[in-house]
């Protein structure tokens, strides 16, 4: 059985209670995760590079108002 397979195992037999407090941790730390790969992303330049691409995508007509 692989770790993820163990994992899922161990999540179906979580109570109610200890399902809840798992979700509360894993959506924080998910979101830790997330805001260290955009710190990675930005400091690489990598979203400097996306927002270049926005911005002439915008100017070309390429972009609609939301």
């Given at each position: 059985m692989s770790k993820i397979e163990n994992i899922e195992q161990e999540i179906r037999s979580l109570?109610?209670?200890?399902?809840?407090?798992?979700?509360?941790?894993?959506?924080?730390?998910?979101?830790?995760?997330?805001?260290r790969q955009i710190e990675r992303d930005s400091a690489s330049g990598r979203l400097a590079d996306l927002a270049k691409k926005s911005l002439v995508d915008h100017k070309t007509g390429k972009s609609t108002e939301l």
């Open positions: 109570t109610e209670t200890e399902l809840a407090t798992f979700r509360k941790w894993f959506l924080e730390f998910d979101a830790e995760v997330w805001d």
